[in-house]
């Protein structure tokens, strides 16, 4: 079993819909939770970077944390075709040191406009 | 990018020939590490820098090796290239929020004949 699950879709919506993103996981010691994006033939980019439990919103994005059902999502409001991507979440268990991140294997998104 | 490049960019190789793979950051930053990236797999560690002639390995460090002689650069190593390396290379440091989240190259696409 992989630490880290993640759906790859792919996954197709119309403009404007709402994006449910999740990644799911077993190592109980995962605490810092991120969300990269990545486009075709570019490097990931960080878009969201949460500590522990709860929810973190910046723009259209919102970051959710579960730890007690070991479950993250990333939401994407209004979503436009600019949006297009694969989308990674990563975790890990500690903040200092090396900090090794685990990867879901990502989920392609098209926005159609 | 974090100030993060890498070379080559691309790069076609035939099997067993050794291939070298540059890291270069700008901003000082201690860690750094190095990925593979494959379908189905999502991003996997295969060798990663805490300091100056410091290096550890990840998950898929087989045939690989690496070497930081400065600061500022880390270098991959693919003894004798096999077909079964063929995939796209990122680097990354990690820095930012709490400097436990890590910032990525724009990668390096290496072909093995």
């Known amino acids: 079993q992989k630490e880290v699950e993640q759906d790859p879709g792919p996954l197709s919506v119309p403009e404007g819909a709402i994006v449910s993103l999740n990644c799911t996981y077993s190592n109980s010691a995962f605490q810092y939770f991120m969300w990269y994006r990545q486009y075709s033939r570019k490097g990931p980019e960080l878009l969201m970077y949460t500590y522990s439990s709860g929810n973190k919103e910046d723009g259209r994005f919102t970051a959710q944390v579960d730890k007690s059902s070991k479950y993250i999502s990333l939401f994407i409001r209004d979503s436009q075709p600019s949006d297009s991507a694969t989308y990674l979440c990563?975790?890990?268990?500690?903040?200092?040191?090396?900090?090794?991140?685990?990867f879901g294997t990502g989920t392609r998104l098209t926005v159609i406009p | 990018d974090a100030g993060i490049t890498q070379s080559p960019r691309h790069k076609v190789t035939e099997t067993g020939t050794p291939v070298t793979l540059r890291c270069h950051q700008t901003e000082n930053h201690r860690y750094m590490y190095w990925y593979r990236q494959d379908p189905g797999h999502g991003l996997r560690l295969i060798h990663y820098s805490y300091g100056v002639k410091d290096t550890d390995k990840g998950e898929v460090s087989d045939g690989y090796s690496v070497s930081r002689s400065k600061t500022e650069d880390f270098l991959l190593t693919l003894e004798s290239a096999t077909s079964s390396q063929t995939s796209v290379y990122f680097c990354a440091i990690k820095a930012g929020e709490g400097g436990d989240t890590q910032y990525f190259g724009p990668g390096t696409r290496l072909t093995v004949l």
């Open positions: 990563a975790m890990s268990a500690a903040g200092t040191g090396a900090n090794n991140l685990f």
